[in-house]
């Protein structure tokens, strides 16, 4: 009777650590697979045109530490008509531009040429730039690109 408790205790033991290791190689499979907890969202949710078939994101977290500048607002041009920003090339290497809007409030990496689809509300789209470091510059929204460009030509 003895030897069958036994028995059954080294059974248990064997089944719980077979499920333990199960459990751990689903994990390993998901992480691997790239299971992802953010939904993404569309180029129509956006209110642009997607960035990610010219520009990936680059997965730095921003360092608030790394301190940026703004962009030079006489350098980018945004025609309103046809929703074209036109950005310059930054200087630093692996510099990226990144677009902000409501719906992606993070920022979405765009190229130095970009298209906007739909109609945008200027004062809340922002134009903005991350460095290798992770340091994130200032935002400048469309509005302010506007009203520069308005002043230049007068």
């Known amino acids: 009777m003895a030897s069958l408790a036994i028995h059954n205790l080294h059974f248990l033991e064997g089944s719980m ?3 333990r290791m199960r459990s751990l190689v689903l994990i390993g499979i998901a992480g691997v697979a ?3 907890s953010e939904p993404q969202s569309n180029a129509t949710d956006r209110g642009h045109a997607d960035a990610h078939s ?3 994101p680059s997965g730095r977290t921003p360092n608030p530490r790394v301190r940026v500048g703004r962009p030079e607002v006489s350098m980018v041009k945004y025609d309103q008509v046809t929703g074209k920003l036109s950005l310059y090339e930054l200087q630093e290497n692996g510099a990226r531009w990144m677009v902000s809007t409501p719906n992606e409030p993070n920022g ?3 190229p130095r040429v970009y298209q906007f689809k739909g109609k945008l509300d200027p004062r809340q789209v922002s134009v903005f730039f ?3 470091s992770g340091g994130v510059s200032g935002q400048l929204t469309l509005q302010e690109i506007l009203d520069a460009q308005k002043t230049t030509a007068q």
């Open 17 to 19: 650590m077979l499920t």
């Open 34 to 36: 790239g299971c992802n």
């Open 54 to 56: 010219e520009s990936q």
């Open 108 to 110: 979405v990496p765009v």
């Open 130 to 132: 991350t460095v290798p």
